[in-house]
């Protein structure tokens, strides 16, 4: 069964301070691991999409990386406008998605 | 070039009552989907349209049934509602031959 598990469920960052967020998974056949940003009461909004280990994708101050098993969301220099909860989901047979990591940046 | 729109934003509901919410999209895509989300969970599959005039199972059909009524459009129903249904949920389209999905605002469901 595909699984997608995100770590920490939730992460307080000063402003400026870098981190990264986490997404481990497990899928038969990836067709792509995707990284989606979700504002409190509106959908998600696609960010990055990614392929095979090793492959890495820029925005902005957010950098995805992708391994076999994991995927991370580097976020350097946060600003109070990056605060959201992200979400990671891959595609094998179906799409499934993560919980989530509820991001705040405080100025 | 509104994207993904959805009706109702919210609605409350008795337990036992029917409705469907609407989805649309402007995008020309030909794959749509539905899903819920609840609290410390993901997003989880209903039902998905691969092309208009096919719909399929996702995770978690029961109690739900769709309509892929054109390209542009995929209604969600529910005909007797409960209260384990309350949830936000989410419409999706992509693309043929892209993985990348657009959402809706969604609707938030509460059942009494």
Sequence with gaps: E????QSPEALRLQEGESSSLNCSYTVSGLRGLFWYRQDPGKGPEFLFTLYSAGEEKEKERLKATLTKKESFLHITAPKPEDSATYLCAVRGQN???GPGTR???LP | NAGVTQTPKFQVLKTGQS??????????????YWYRQDPGMGLRLIYYSASEGTT??????NGYNVSRLNKREFSLRLESAAPSQTSVYF?????RGNY?????????LTVT
């Design chain 1, 2 to 5: 595909d699984q997608v598990t």
């Design chain 1, 95 to 97: 799409f499934v998605f």
């Design chain 1, 103 to 105: 991001l705040s940046v």
């Design chain 2, 19 to 32: 409705m469907t919410l609407q989805c649309a999209q402007d995008m020309n895509h030909n794959s749509m």
């Design chain 2, 56 to 61: 399929d199972k996702g995770e978690v059909p």
């Design chain 2, 91 to 95: 419409c999706a389209s992509r693309d």
């Design chain 2, 100 to 108: 990348e999905q657009y959402f809706g605002p969604g609707t938030r």
